[in-house]
């Protein structure tokens, strides 16, 4: 959770030097906690509120996350990455777990139409990404143990 918990000096956003907490109205004069959307937060209040997210986007995200179509066979003897060189110049395309990952994520979960509509900078919507994007990966290693065994779904 505290990953989420980012304090940011009040005198940085406030001339004056203080803001009340939008949960408890505690006057905070040294460290703020924000929301993303413009509240201001002590510590607790929005530890609190993490917590909810936290479980809120957890609970949406197992209702919700679906492998969409039949995953696409790998082959492992076709493993390729691209050399700093072809990377410079442009041939980016690697055939690697990690990039079969992406791919699947993309084209045979509905991953992309779940994350589409959140808001980039509000901490609910990066916890409710965060939440979708392990569950998908835990999907992902589900219908591909043997190609997936390297990667870690957070708990899923
Ligand atoms: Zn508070």
């Not at 390729?80 to 442009?90: D, K, L």
């Not at 959140?118 to 990066?126: E, G, M, T």
């Not at 999907?139 to 065994?149: M, N, Q, R, S, T």
Request: glycine fraction near 4%.
């Amino acid at each position: 959770m505290s990953e989420w918990l980012d304090p940011i000096p009040v005198e940085d956003v406030f001339e004056d030097g203080w803001v009340d907490c939008d949960g408890c109205d505690t006057r905070l004069t040294d460290e703020l906690y924000s929301d993303g959307w413009g509240g201001c937060f002590c510590r607790p209040c929005l530890e609190a509120l993490v917590e909810e997210w936290e479980a809120e986007a957890r609970r949406y995200a197992a209702e919700n996350c679906r492998i969409t179509q039949e995953l696409p066979e790998y082959d492992p003897d076709q493993e390729y990455r691209p050399t700093p060189e072809e990377y410079r110049a442009g041939m980016r395309d690697a055939y690697t777990p990690n990039a079969f990952m992406a791919q699947c994520r993309h084209e045979c979960t509905n991953y992309d139409a779940l994350i589409r509509n959140l808001y980039p900078r509000s901490l609910s919507a990066r916890i409710a990404y965060q939440a979708i994007r392990d569950r998908i990966t835990a999907l992902l290693i589900d219908a591909k143990p043997d190609v997936f065994h390297e990667f870690d779904a957070d708990g899923w």
